[in-house]
């Protein structure tokens, strides 16, 4: 699975690499992270969903139906693309759009991932009407 993401076998590599980050170092990452996620959420979300009166958080997704395709499939396309940034940014080095990080790639994954699992819930919610 690894060499399929990545490209190539990185498990060797990160054998011999020694760990720099402890378990509070990651927990205080993780809880910058996700206070980064949900701001960037609340602004993306007024911007994407159509303004500050929209009712449909996921108005964006949703739109995919109308080309046949299911939200959560079209919001998946999305994470595919994050991922290939990253993959490129493990490759190269580097990333040639200078307004956008690997880091800001990470929590977009993030996001995703939260968007993802509330509209299957939401999904699972209708079906159970």
């Known amino acids: 699975m690894v060499k399929e993401i990545f490209g190539k076998d990185i498990s060797k590599e990160w054998k ?7 378990t509070e170092e990651l927990l205080e990452l993780h809880e910058q992270t996700c206070e980064t996620c949900r701001n960037i ?6 911007d994407y969903t159509g303004g500050k ?32 940034r990253i993959r490129s940014f493990t490759n190269d080095k580097e990333l040639k759009v200078a307004n956008e990080s690997v880091e800001d790639a990470c929590d977009d994954i993030v996001n995703y991932a939260i968007l993802a699992k509330a509209m299957l819930k939401e999904q699972r919610s209708k079906d159970l009407s």
């Open 16 to 22: 011999q690499k020694k760990i720099i980050m402890t």
């Open 41 to 46: 959420m609340r602004q993306k979300n007024n």
């Open 53 to 84: 009166t929209s009712k449909d958080p996921f108005a964006n997704f949703n739109a995919a139906s109308v080309l046949g395709i299911d939200p959560v499939q079209g919001l998946l396309l999305r994470v595919i693309d994050k991922i290939q």
